[in-house]
């Protein structure tokens, strides 16, 4: 049974960084396309960034170019998001999924492509 777990997420001022985890247990983080969403109170949940099985691609929203990386370490069996300048429109709850896909392609952020799912981890960026 595949379970992922995010963590890291807290509260920050406008311009701070955070960095999100997303452990992997009955999966092995490189084994498909993995993302990371977000859903703020209110909007649907928008892809942020995604990485394919093999790390060689990885893709973004155009709201985080930039300032967000998306990372992972295999032999954490991890999944990671670094968020720089943050903003007050980044404040959202943050999910870690997992495509069974191999390659992520340029629909990597529809959710609905997701099979597994993490729980979330709240961030929120005060001004």
């Known amino acids: 049974q595949v379970q992922l777990v995010e963590s890291g997420g807290g509260s920050v001022q406008a311009g701070g960084s955070l960095r999100l985890s997303c452990g992997a247990s009955?999966?092995?983080?490189?084994?498909?396309?993995m993302g990371w969403f977000r859903q703020a109170p209110g909007k649907e949940r928008e892809g942020v960034a995604a990485?394919?099985?093999?790390?060689?691609?990885?893709y973004y929203a155009d709201s985080v170019k930039g300032r967000f990386i998306i990372s992972r370490d295999i032999g954490k069996n991890t999944l990671y998001l670094q968020m720089n300048s943050l903003k007050p429109e980044d404040t959202a709850m943050y999910y870690c999924?997992?495509?069974?896909?191999?390659?992520?392609?340029?629909?990597?952020?529809?959710?609905?492509?997701?099979?597994?799912w993490g729980r979330g981890t709240q961030v929120t960026v005060s001004s």
């Open positions: 999924a997992a495509d069974p896909q191999y390659w992520c392609g340029g629909s990597w952020y529809k959710a609905i492509r997701y099979d597994d």
């Open positions: 990485m394919d099985r093999d790390g060689g691609r990885t």
């Open positions: 009955g999966y092995t983080v490189g084994d498909s396309c």
